[in-house]
DNA sequence: GATAACAACCTGTCATACAGGTTTCAAGGG
DNA sequence: CCCTTGAAACCTGTATGACAGGTTGTTATC
């Protein structure tokens, strides 16, 4: 039924594909910004010569990616960066076992071992501050895992954001969610409370380390940091 | 009017999000592996008591992440882990000016200095061969920068892949995009054939040293790899 | 028992309809 | 003149029905 010279021969695995493409091309052709506005579902309807059933199914998608925002009543518009979908194919990843959870850790040792030592050559005082205090909140929550756990996440991403690369940042948090699932029961393996508080001052020296402008040491703190929280994980039997 | 307490808010007010929640809740309780089918929509619609329209929305969102396959006449099934859905966020990031092909590379830097020196540990001998025959190609169709961009992704790919972390391949793998980019920029960059020459073999020690399984030495060539291409990129006035 | 036609089911796309949110702009009141 | 107000125009969210075409299992035929 529908046949508008379709240019440059693709059979198209699906008119929805094509649309979605026809968006982000947009986006880049136009050189819109995060925050800019983005044609109608009824326009584009008119340009790709689809029903807006299609068009809608590809605004939909790139809503789900987070690319697009979109809110009733208001045309759709470009995203500001961020995790959603990332998360999403990391949580899918753990959930089928495609992935370990020991092997995320690997990559967030390994990211953040960087993110550390970039945040205390470049933090602010006010990140500096930030990272600080979210240590600080954890020792002083110690008893509720909960709230230590959320400090924690905290903690980290702060110091991605510290580290001035929006990509380093946008890894970090993609994995919370990872986080979140397997936290707490690293923090029972802790069985002391010593012990547990051991753990909270290993964030503060990375606090300090920050603080002071020392990556080096910085980076070796974190080390520690992860490689005692595998080292839990491990002995608390997860892969 | 405005309320800015909307960024991040969890509240979706969709029917869309909710199906889409539905269904990865699905696949988490069902406890479902990469390939396994899903409820049709038409089930889906009765269990949610919503329309077509929105079940089918939520399907093709997940479709659109890559974390579900779909094709015409078949149920829909889990999908195997998959780079789509990282790759168009980091190019939504780019193509945005929220990051910037620097960070980008900053970003590599770090997550292959510990792919290659991984990959040097854990390599199997057809992995070794894999990632050498990329080097060897590069080699021999230097004239023709295309092609040697496109073994130059192989090359770092396999290099992921020998890993053993599917999560570093991921990333490396959504990476692969902006580097389709920019790689020959850098490349011109390297005016004299020398040069160019010198870039590959620069390869060719990495691809070595992996086979040699000296973890320390391969990170080392991957760091001179990276500061080169970082300068290159920078010479020729990529930010 | 093998094979081919068929029926049931499923997704892909289209058209239409209507509810409810948002923006715009002009008329009316201060 | 400015401000308020309200309606119209536009937009997205969801529902319904229809049909084409792909996939799969079943049945009838050879």
Not at 23 to 46: F, K, N, V
Not at 184 to 205: A, C, N
């Amino acid at each position: 039924m529908q046949d508008p010279t379709e240019t440059g021969g693709e059979p198209s695995p699906g008119l929805v594909s094509t649309a979605i493409q026809a968006i982000t091309q947009h986006i880049r052709s136009e050189g819109l910004a995060a925050g800019d506005p983005l044609p109608s579902e009824a326009a584009m309807t008119r340009q790709l010569n689809v029903s807006r059933t299609v068009v809608r199914e590809a605004f939909r998608s790139l809503s789900a990616m987070r690319l697009i925002d979109m809110s009733a009543g208001r045309r759709a518009t470009v995203a500001k960066l961020d995790t959603g979908a990332m998360s999403m194919v990391i949580e899918h990843g753990i959930t089928t076992q495609q992935i370990s959870v020991h092997q995320v850790y690997d990559v967030r040792r390994t990211i953040e071992m960087r993110t550390v030592a970039l945040a205390a050559l470049r933090r602010t005082e006010a990140e500096a501050a930030a990272i600080a205090q979210s240590a600080r909140l954890m020792r002083e929550n110690f008893q509720n895992p909960e709230i230590v756990m959320e400090h924690d996440i905290a903690f980290h991403e702060a110091i991605a954001a510290a580290s001035h690369n929006p990509v380093f940042s946008l890894i970090v948090t993609a994995f919370s969610g990872v986080t979140r699932r397997t936290w707490v029961i690293g923090w029972r393996t802790r069985s002391s409370s010593e012990d547990q508080l051991k753990m909270i001052k290993g964030h503060e020296d990375i606090a300090e380390a920050i603080l002071k402008g020392d990556p080096r040491l910085a980076a070796e703190h974190m080390a520690q940091h992860f490689d005692k929280s595998v080292k839990a994980l491990l002995d608390a039997g997860i892969a």
